[in-house]
């Protein structure tokens, strides 16, 4: 239950890395009446509130799950709408997020995106390289099981060319030729919508992670319960394998 300090009190252990699977768009505007893609935009509006109020609530690591590997199965109206989406995201707000001293960047595979998506993505992620008040990463054409498989053949080709032998092969470096690269592990993952599964986000990296699932359709997650979600992981017992803190 949180950390012990001098005095022996209990005190909250804040989530420094939380994750997010942005769950509910398209069902948020269905029930309204609208088209899909008006969700992922509304969807879109609340990624900006929650990157602005996520320092002050002691997040130094925001992972937020846009667009996996599976999404292609969706019409092509859907899918060119949620990348124009994207890279609107990035031309407008460039200049806050540089202001806000916000670090941006990306995992997933970009191979298959659009060449002037991928020139804004590289674009941003070297524009906001030094900033270290937010780390904030965004996940398309992402998916776990992917992710694994591109850091497994890039440590296979290394060990075929002879440069590291099987057994060296370690955690540490499987996790190091991950995407995620340099990231810590997140502490807690939040998924909106009432799912209760994980849909192929960082398999690997959330070995030890905490679940929270709302059943809030994610144009409808605010700050407010941001908050209220992070209040009750600081009074999780992580345990790791170990026995209760005292
Ligand atoms: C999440 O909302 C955003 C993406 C997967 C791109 P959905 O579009 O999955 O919304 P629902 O689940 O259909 O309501
Ligand atoms: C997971 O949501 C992916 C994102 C939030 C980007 P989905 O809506 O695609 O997942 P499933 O299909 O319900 O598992
Ligand atoms: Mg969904």
């Known amino acids: 239950m949180g950390t012990t300090d001098s005095t022996g009190s209990k005190q909250p252990r804040p989530a ?86 916000v670090r941006m960047r990306f995992i997933g595979d970009r191979s298959r995106l659009d060449p002037k998506l991928q020139r804004l993505m590289k674009g941003i992620e070297e524009r906001t390289e030094g900033f270290t008040r937010l780390n904030f990463t965004v996940a398309i054409n992402y998916g776990g099981r992917d992710e694994i498989l591109r850091a497994t053949r890039a440590i296979a080709a290394k060990v075929a060319a002879g440069e590291i032998a099987p057994e060296e092969v370690t955690e540490a ?42 059943p809030t359709l994610w144009p409808d997650f605010t700050p407010e319960e941001l908050a209220s979600i992070l209040a009750r992981f600081g009074n999780r017992d992580r345990r790791f394998g170990g026995v209760a803190s005292a």
């Open 16 to 101: 420094e890395h939380v994750a997010i699977i942005m769950d509910g768009n398209g069902r948020w505007a269905t029930q309204k009446g609208w088209p899909r893609l008006v969700g992922h935009r509304r969807g879109a509006e609340r990624v900006k509130e929650i990157v602005r109020c996520a320092p002050d609530l002691g997040i130094r690591w925001l992972t937020v799950y846009a667009f996996s590997t599976e999404n292609w199965k969706r019409s092509t109206e859907e899918v060119l709408g949620l990348m124009s989406i994207f890279a609107r995201y990035i031309e407008r707000e460039a200049d806050r997020l540089a202001a806000e001293g």
């Open 173 to 214: 470096m499987i996790s190091a030729h991950l995407d995620t690269g340099g990231i810590p592990d997140p502490d807690l993952v939040i998924r909106t919508s009432g799912e209760t599964r994980t849909s192929n986000f960082l398999q690997w990296q959330t070995a030890y992670a905490e679940y929270e699932f709302t």
